[in-house]
């Protein structure tokens, strides 16, 4: 469980950093001074105001697309290895929790990606609380699907079943 939870959080960070806002970035025309585990940077002069947006925007919507993409595939896969189901849910999970997550909380305090999306637009509270809430909204979603899945890896026993959900949930 530890190693596929490595997995996942890297593959997620990847898939933020690198495939969300360095790959949108270069597809806008810009380049890449470097990605981090927590950053991207871009170099050379800013691409404009719209794609600057999306290269905001890119990251955590990458991550929303890769938790539906793992979902449908945990959907999908019924009969797969219980090691490759655990690294679907697990993966729909962060990805989904890590997406959501970035329009709500970061925006709400005034800093990250979104406040960067949000730079220019207007009524400027209006799209910001649009985000907000549309944050909430998904968490609640990712949230109720990771538990409704979850279900299959436990116990129809209480007492094992609470202990296989906090063995699953807390590596």
Excluded at 1 to 6: E, G, K, L, P
Excluded at 50 to 72: E, T
Excluded at 132 to 138: K, R, S, T, Y
Excluded at 147 to 163: G, H, I, N, T
Aim: aromatic letters at 10%; one cysteine or more.
């Amino acid at each position: 469980m530890a190693a596929v939870a490595i997995v996942v959080y890297t593959l997620s960070s990847i898939l933020h950093e690198a495939l969300g806002h360095g790959l949108t970035c270069v597809l806008l025309g810009g380049k890449v001074a470097c990605i981090a585990s927590t950053v991207c940077i871009p170099a050379g002069e800013p691409l404009g105001q719209d794609a600057d947006r999306l290269v905001a925007a890119a990251g955590s919507v990458i991550n929303l697309l890769a938790a539906g993409v793992f979902w449908g595939l945990l959907r999908t896969l019924r009969t797969a290895s219980p090691v490759l189901r655990y690294f679907l849910w697990l993966s729909l999970t962060v990805n989904g929790f890590i997406g959501a997550g970035y329009l709500a909380v970061p925006t709400l305090i005034g800093f990250g990606d979104w406040m960067n999306f949000l730079q220019g637009l207007h009524p400027y509270w209006l799209w910001r609380a649009t985000i907000i809430v549309l944050g909430v909204v998904l968490y609640g979603v990712v949230a109720y699907l990771a538990v409704r899945e979850l279900q299959p890896f436990l116990s129809r026993e209480m007492s094992e079943r609470r202990s296989r959900a906090r063995r699953l949930t807390l590596v």
